[in-house]
């Protein structure tokens, strides 16, 4: 790209300091709002016995890896007994560790290895249903007078049909699923495989709870609460009007004794550790958010909110322009009280780089750099999704059969029983399917990826010959290298973890600037979502005249003339301005 300006700053400079302890004055420190959470997936991290599938020892083998990456807590996805019908968010036992990924003795050097390293660990918690294979369930549906009966929702069929309830997983999205052995229906918002629990049941609770203690008291530092939101149900059940489940948050999410039983489930458990808490969707607004999180509430820490999710999930393309309003409204709102999670991706949506950036070959490596400059540079603590630091993008399956994915297997086939457009759909899961996200991890170009010996529970993306982790961290220009530095920056600078987010020309289809702002510091963010080059006049109020370069994603001169910058396509920068 040429200089449009003949007038080169050339800066790549990158502070790697020890921790910091100083804050904005006007909020509260904690470590979980300081630390760089690294979002684990076991089942395709590191295979270690050759069955295809990543488990505990695979992930030890890789721990100095982790520490290498300069993270400060990883939260893993379910690693408890389960039949996998939903890849772990179906569980079977809450106290054990699911065969394929290995023993408790597993769990426990996992967990030494990680303390060893100054990393934590956070770890799932599914509590909104078990699975159908749980003892709890088995009991339940012997009889109707079983004691654990009322650790589920059932509806006796005398009551006749059941009010219909939308099931995310269901081929039928029915969650009612009809019991032939005491003739009731039991509920299960998730897969017939994942009935919900019966949180009014006090008894199930405080078992909840008792469990919640035992993997606490092994040393965790945290929990991810999936799917909490839903767990308290409207036992009146209660008709919703006609197509209720195009909003499904707000009939499902935030029930009646929601907060009764956070505040509870605090006072037992959560209060007597120092961990981190993270809500697994925060209802529908910002104020059902606040009320999970606010200091004052006693609930969680943390809001994982799914608007920005929500954005990007058309094929056809996003506006930059409402993700940079979603990520200003929710600062705002945060900005005083409560605290947010900060993530472009998850085991739930595809890669990031596929949905937010440009997975093309001449723009996959800029804009995936971008996209971890926007997480590591928004106030929130930064969840970052496995293989997003080398930049893996979406697999895109051509062949039904390739997929695992329960979700996109039963839309599949939903969509053929009623003879719906398939290839549509298909054309459609290249682009959003979870599957994308869950391929193997990408160690180096020998075969499967470094992954596994064996055939991988799920096909490597073919781009592994480049993009993996023995490639990248020789190459000083690669994402991966980019990432430990980006997350250097965050953690040598309390300003972007405390600091004021302010937003300029937020009606600008490409390019998003903000600055961080404390009492000692300026931090400018400046970031072309577009393959467009163009200069760029910044805000009249920010002075650039002596900005230092801390990022930038490309490896060649940063130009700027007066207030203009020049861009690049998918240009990041990161600078420090007085
Ligand atoms: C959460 C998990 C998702 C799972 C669902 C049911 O949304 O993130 O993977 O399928 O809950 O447990």
């Known amino acids: 790209m040429r200089n449009a300006f003949g007038f080169a700053f050339t800066f790549l400079l990158f502070f790697v300091l020890d921790g910091y302890s100083q804050q904005a004055p006007d909020r509260k420190a904690a470590w979980w709002k300081e630390a760089v959470v690294y979002q684990l997936y076991p089942r395709s991290f590191k295979d270690s016995d050759g069955d295809g599938i990543g488990d505990l020892k695979g992930i030890i083998s ?77 009991q339940a549906k012997s009889s109707r007078s079983n004691a654990y009966r009322n650790y589920y929702h059932w509806w006796p069929e005398e009551k006749g049909k059941p009010t219909p309830r939308y099931s995310f997983f269901d081929v039928n999205s029915d969650a009612w699923k009809y019991d032939a052995t005491t003739k009731s229906y039991y509920l299960h918002y998730f897969s017939q495989k994942q009935p919900d629990l019966n949180w009014e049941n006090e008894k199930l609770r405080n078992e909840v709870y008792d469990m919640m203690k035992f993997w606490l008291d092994k040393g965790i530092d945290g929990l991810r609460m999936d799917a909490f939101q ?54 529908s607004t910002l104020e059902d958010a606040h009320a999970l999180v606010d200091e004052d509430r006693h609930e969680l820490n943390m809001a994982y909110h799914f608007e920005i999710m929500d954005i990007g999930n058309d094929p056809a393309g996003y506006q930059l322009t409402d993700l940079k309003k979603a990520f200003t409204k929710w600062d705002q709102s945060f900005a005083e009280k409560g605290w947010l999670a900060i993530f472009l991706a998850n085991h739930d949506v595809p890669r990031m780089v ?107 993306n073919p781009n592994y010959k480049t993009v993996n982790v023995v490639a990248e961290a020789q190459n000083p220009l690669s994402e991966l290298t980019y990432f430990k530095k980006m997350v250097a920056l965050r953690k040598s600078s309390p300003v972007l973890v405390y600091g004021d987010y302010q937003v300029f020309d937020i009606d600008s289809p490409d390019v998003y600037c903000y600055t961080r702002t404390d009492g000692q510091e300026k931090i400018l963010i400046v970031l072309n979502f577009s393959v467009k080059a163009f200069s760029y006049p910044l805000d009249k109020n920010i002075n650039i005249s002596s900005a230092k370069v801390l990022m930038n994603n490309y490896n060649d001169s940063t130009n700027f003339r007066g207030n203009e910058i020049y861009l690049k396509p998918w240009q990041a920068l990161v600078f420090k301005v007085n």
Not at 83 to 95: A, E, T, V
């Open 62 to 138: 890789k721990l100095d890896y982790l520490k290498s990456l300069g993270i400060d807590a990883v939260w893993l996805n379910p690693i408890f007994s389960s039949p996998n019908d939903d890849n772990g968010y179906d569980i079977s036992d809450y106290r054990n560790i699911m065969k394929e990924f290995g023993t408790m003795k597993d769990f426990d050097a996992l967990l030494a290895g990680l303390h060893q390293r100054k990393i934590k660990l956070i770890l799932d918690m599914v509590l909104n249903h078990s699975s159908d294979e749980h003892e709890w369930f088995k």
């Open 230 to 283: 839903y767990v308290s149900k409207d036992t009146t059940w209660k008709k919703y009007p006609e197509g209720y489940e195009k909003d499904i948050i707000k009939y499902y999410g935030m029930g009646p004794n929601l907060h009764q039983y956070l505040k509870e489930m605090n006072k037992t458990v959560i209060s007597k550790y120092n961990i981190m808490t993270v809500a697994e969707g925060a209802g």
């Open 354 to 460: 596929s949905k937010y950036g440009d997975d093309r070959p001449q723009f996959r490596t800029y804009s995936s750099k971008l996209l971890t400059t926007l997480i590591m540079t928004m106030r929130g603590t930064p969840f970052y999704f496995n293989g997003d630091e080398l930049g893996m993008s979406n697999i895109k399956f051509n062949n039904i059969d390739d997929y695992r994915d329960i979700a996109t297997i039963n839309a599949y086939r939903s969509i053929k029983a009623k003879v719906g457009d398939v290839q549509a759909f298909m054309d459609k899961q290249k682009f959003i399917s979870r599957d994308n996200t869950r391929t193997p991890f990408q160690w180096d170009a020998s075969s499967n990826a470094g992954f596994t010996t064996g055939k991988p529970w799920i096909k490597v």
